[in-house]
């Protein structure tokens, strides 16, 4: 299994935006093109104004075929285009990737 974090750095004033959209558009995306989104979370201190979550992959092809999939889905780009009309939400993304370490299990 491939563990994606992926850290959004967000525009200031996007992050209810951007939670909104996830929320009510984008997991149900991602879940339609085979991406699991385990953990959400956002930054203890407000003015890093980031937020964090994890994508479960079986592995790195796989990864990136859903991801153009996702990229290239009509729903997505419409949906993109609307909610950025004022900008956009995300400054820059970061992706890190991880795997299970064999002396503790992850639950």
């Keep these: 299994m491939l563990y994606e974090l992926r ?3 967000m525009n200031p004033g996007k992050m209810q935006a951007i939670q909104d959209r996830f929320r009510d558009h984008v997991i149900q995306l991602f879940m339609n093109h085979g991406m699991k989104v385990t953990h959400f979370w956002e930054d203890v201190e407000e003015t890093n104004n980031r937020l964090y979550y994890v994508v479960e992959h ?4 796989l990864r990136n075929l859903n991801y153009d ?3 290239n889905d009509p729903e997505w780009i419409e949906l993109k285009r609307i909610t950025e009309l004022d900008g956009p939400l ?3 993304q ?3 990737f991880m795997k299970n370490v064999s002396f503790f299990e992850n639950k």
Excluded: C, L, P, T
């Excluded at 079986?58 to 092809?61: L, P, Q, S, V």
């Design 69 to 71: 999939r996702f990229r």
């Design 90 to 92: 995300v400054d820059k």
């Design 94 to 96: 970061e992706s890190i």
């Design 7 to 9: 850290v959004y750095h």
């Design 58 to 61: 079986a592995n790195m092809e």
